[in-house]
């Protein structure tokens, strides 16, 4: 049977790429190894926090699906760096993982133009440089005009744990053991990584006496612009904190050689995730730290569920200990005194394509209509994996459509930064999402997803005309909102005067405009309110992004500056004939990652690890004397 576009792989990436193109109108078959794990949290329970979190809300923009889904199958919701300001703010929540996959699968069943099947992709049917199709392990062949891989960490993926070694993926199921090499056939550069998981505890051993309590937010919190927080804030069930011992410090230190990277097996060559070290890393690399925190998360509200109904996931104890050892180190911490181990920790090895062979629309570079998304580009986490299912399946099936395709630039999305990063950087380690990362990150915020992108989620299909209408009237009232404070004076009034006495501001002598009171910091549109300063009524929404502009925009303007200043350097586009070998004076390293990674414009160039300012001017002379002034 033939399709527009396959998409193999049913995790975060996979989900949102097919629904995406299916939404699009293209028929599209979704492929995955077992269907019962279609959108599975093999990790830990959580969608969302720092920079993760505004990626969720962005995915939602956009059009995706997993920032409904996390907002349905929330157990707990917070926003972080509350007290930080906006810059940083990210929302999280524990996700339950019967409820999330439950609900991703309803919500792939009832799309048209999908079309699920079960199966392993052993090989790619390609012609002539381009994607034809699939072949799977029984030798069927399915053809396609495009083909996305989102294989997760299935391809030749190993469980390590101690010194033995044993070829499955997650959960025990079958990798893919073929697909990796026949990309190396193709010419993929492939690059194996590592990654784990910590154990998972039945909850009815724990003493969360010996526990610090973390609640959610007292205050009702969504990732979707679509849809109202719909639970009760008495009803989250919390996590808890503990922290290691010094007795589990001694437990690792004296069985490190047992482990499975320091010791226990010597042929792994999977770098592991800089970010999320194992607690054994943690202990080597920090030794000076006396203690390390944990986090005891519960991963099902639903009790009857016989695999996450009664398991608490032992967040920042990940490990690739012997199982004996592991009892040892699980017993000797807070609270888990006598706590039975229902699952074991371990590390997982895996391939994945050297992310510097994609375009920025997540095409490969070597075959034509070949995209790629998730774990397989070298990422790590829930989040970063739908997100570039996301723009994956968007630009598929634009490609097919012969449309323009969706490129975000780093100062509108941390989907942009995250892609830049991995196409003109490349990795060494799972790539992690950070905020550190994004140097516009007070324009990429958590309150301001939908003003960036939701546009781009309409303009390809995935944003239907009642929530752009919604999106419209947000817009409308942010404006009038904004203009009302402008025009709207407080004057040094006797009334006034003695209401402003409640604030703990500096008293006026003059009358000023509500917005530029606002300036203040110590002033919000909240408190003019409730001392009748200000009589206004609008969504929480567009208070709170009116009073964000307000505060933060000389900063804001300075951030606008700084991008337009890039802008100008990515709209000094490099010719893609340009051979590097011709530039006389160029150092051989630039030489050398100029040709690996061949960007597009001076200003991807000038991110390109290597290729210094010197290099830069050079490249500009050659660009003018050859092509420039030429054309």
Not at 113 to 118: R, W
Request: aromatic share 6%; with cysteine.
């Amino acid at each position: 049977m033939n399709y527009e576009i396959i998409v193999v792989g049913g995790g975060h990436a996979g989900c949102e790429a097919s629904l995406a193109s299916a939404r699009m109108g293209h028929k599209t078959l979704l492929i995955t190894g077992n269907i019962k794990n279609i959108a599975d949290m093999p990790c830990n329970p959580s969608i969302g926090g720092s920079a993760k979190g505004i990626v969720v809300r962005e995915i939602d923009a956009l059009g995706g699906e997993m920032g409904k889904n996390a907002d349905k199958a929330q157990i707990q919701m917070k926003m972080l760096n509350n007290k930080k300001g906006p810059a940083i703010r990210a929302l999280r929540a524990q996700a339950d993982k019967v409820i999330y996959p439950q609900e991703m699968w309803k919500t792939l069943h009832k799309t048209s133009n999908l079309e699920i099947k079960e199966g392993l992709v052993e090989d790619l049917i390609v012609e002539n440089n381009k994607i034809m199709g699939i072949i799977l392990e029984n030798g069927e062949k399915i053809y396609s005009k495009a083909v996305i891989l989102t294989t997760g960490t299935y391809l030749k993926a190993d469980i390590l744990v101690g010194d033995t070694r044993r070829r499955e993926g997650p959960h025990g199921e079958k990798p893919s053991n073929h697909l990796s090499d026949n990309l190396k056939k193709l010419g993929f550069i492939i690059k194996r990584l590592k990654t784990g998981t910590p154990q998972r505890i039945d909850k009815d051993t724990i003493d969360f006496t010996k526990t610090k309590v973390e609640k959610g937010s007292d205050t009702l919190l969504s990732f979707s612009f679509d849809d109202k927080p719909n639970y009760s804030i008495e009803n989250q069930i919390p996590c808890h904190l503990i922290y290691t011992t010094p007795e589990t410090h001694k437990i690792i230190k004296d069985n490190l050689n047992k482990a499975s990277m320091y010791g226990g097996l010597d042929d792994i060559t999977g770098i592991g995730p800089r970010y999320c070290p194992s607690i054994e890393d943690k202990i080597v690399r920090f030794a000076d730290k006396e203690k390390h925190q944990l986090f005891l998360e519960p991963e099902s509200m639903i009790k009857e569920d016989l695999n996450y109904g009664n398991t608490i996931y032992l967040q920042g104890f990940s490990t690739s200990m012997p199982h004996d050892i592991q009892e040892l180190m699980v017993h000797s911490l807070p609270g888990l005194e006598h706590a039975k181990i229902l699952k074991y920790a371990y590390a997982i090895e895996y391939d994945s394509i050297y992310p510097t062979q994609l375009n920025r629309t997540l095409e490969t570079k070597i075959v034509e209509s070949l995209y790629t998304a998730g774990q397989i580009n070298g990422t790590s986490g829930y989040e970063e994996a739908a997100c570039q299912g996301l723009i994956a399946g968007i630009n598929a099936a634009l490609k097919l459509e012969k449309k323009e395709p969706l490129i975000l630039k780093r100062n509108e999305a941390y989907i942009g930064v995250l892609i830049d990063d991995l196409v003109t950087k490349g990795i060494r380690d799972p790539y992690r999402l950070l905020t550190s990362r994004a140097e516009y990150r007070l324009l990429l915020r958590h309150d301001n997803a939908d003003l960036r992108l939701r546009e781009y989620g309409y303009q390809v299909g995935l944003i239907s005309e009642s929530q752009y209408q919604k999106f419209l009237d947000k817009k409308k009232q942010i404006l009038e909102l904004t203009e009302f404070l402008k025009n709207t004076k407080i004057t040094p009034s006797k009334e006034n005067m003695s209401k402003l006495e409640n604030l703990n501001t500096p008293m006026l002598k003059d009358g000023i405009s509500c917005y530029d009171f606002l300036k203040r910091p110590e002033i919000t549109i909240e408190l003019l309110k409730e001392n009748g300063l200000l009589e206004i009524n609008y969504d929480q929404e567009v208070i709170e992004q009116v009073e964000i502009n307000i505060k933060y925009d000389g900063y804001i303007i300075k951030e606008q500056k700084e991008a337009e200043k890039m802008l100008k350097l990515e709209d000094k586009k490099i010719p893609v004939d340009i051979d590097y070998d011709k530039i006389s004076n160029l150092a051989s390293e630039a030489r050398q990652k100029l040709k690996e990674v061949n960007p597009t414009s001076i200003g991807q160039a000038l991110r390109i690890s290597g290729v210094n300012p010197a290099d830069i001017s050079i490249l500009m002379i050659y660009l003018r004397k050859e092509y420039y002034n030429a054309n």
